[in-house]
């Protein structure tokens, strides 16, 4: 790891710790030349992933945009960065589960709203909404009612 400060490329780790859910290790270095101390964050890349869209397009997986789509549903939502990135982590732990080497986008986003369900109640039905092509206000409905756990009963009419 190179020096910040004098771009010496020999550093010495002082102390590792790893986060609450175990995905990243923050590691505290020294330099070796000039002594400054920074920290450093490890964190696990997924690699070699292809993402197939519903038209059959293959691209490879892009952690920052999903990282750009979980952010535009959470907008003016209360969150912590910490929060967020273990967010981001057990979605890629989930998607490392179901893989081998190609997710469809339908498993992509069912991963990533069954985690925003926990998550947050409004960015859940925000991503729902984009993600499901929610066609009318009736589908919208339906999506919060599961969402809160209520059936709609039909209404009686006044005679």
């Known amino acids: 790891m190179y020096c910040p400060v004098c771009n010496h490329k020999d550093s010495k780790v002082i102390d590792s710790r790893m986060s609450t859910d175990g995905a990243s290790v923050r590691r505290r270095r020294e330099c070796e030349k000039c002594g400054f101390r920074f920290s450093t964050l490890e964190e696990l890349?997924?690699?070699d992933?292809?993402?197939v869209k519903r038209d059959g397009r293959r691209e490879t997986y892009s952690r920052e945009k999903m990282i750009r789509g979980l952010e535009r549903a959470l907008q003016k939502r209360p969150y912590t960065d910490q929060a967020?990135?273990?967010l981001v982590h057990r979605i890629e732990r989930n998607i490392q589960k179901k893989t081998h080497?190609?997710?469809?986008t339908a498993e992509l986003g069912d991963?990533?709203?069954n985690q925003l369900k926990s998550f947050d109640k409004v960015a859940y039905i925000r991503f729902?909404?984009?993600y499901r092509s929610f066609e009318d206000v009736k589908t919208f409905e339906r999506e919060l009612n599961k969402l809160i756990g209520t059936k709609k009963t039909p209404s009686k009419k006044k005679r």
């Open 101 to 104: 080497g190609q997710i469809t």
């Open 111 to 113: 991963i990533v709203m």
């Open 49 to 51: 992933l292809t993402v």
């Open 45 to 47: 890349e997924l690699l």
């Open 84 to 86: 967020f990135q273990s």
């Open 128 to 130: 729902a909404s984009v």
